[in-house]
């Protein structure tokens, strides 16, 4: 009766131990599939502020290109 009552007992824990291992792989999941969308977001955001800075650099050409008109006017 004793080996029963150690086999239940064993038995009760694996499965206790099985559950939180699964519980654990669900966090886990989820918190790669959140690293992965994070790490999408983040490369957006960067493709985007390269945009922005390729376009505020092109801005300030042309800022620098109507300064040196307006400095140097042209003789007619």
Known sequence: ?????????ELKK?????ESFDK?????ESHIAESI????KLNSIKRDLKEANEKFLEAER????????LENPPVS
Not at 37 to 40: C, D, I, Y
Not at 62 to 69: A, E, F, G, T, Y
């Open 62 to 69: 042309c800022l620098d290109d109507l300064k040196v008109d």
């Open 24 to 28: 654990s792989m669900k966090i886990l």
């Open 37 to 40: 969308t994070n790490k999408e």
């Open 14 to 18: 694996i499965r206790d131990l099985k």
């Open 1 to 9: 009766m004793k080996i029963d009552e150690n086999n239940i007992i």
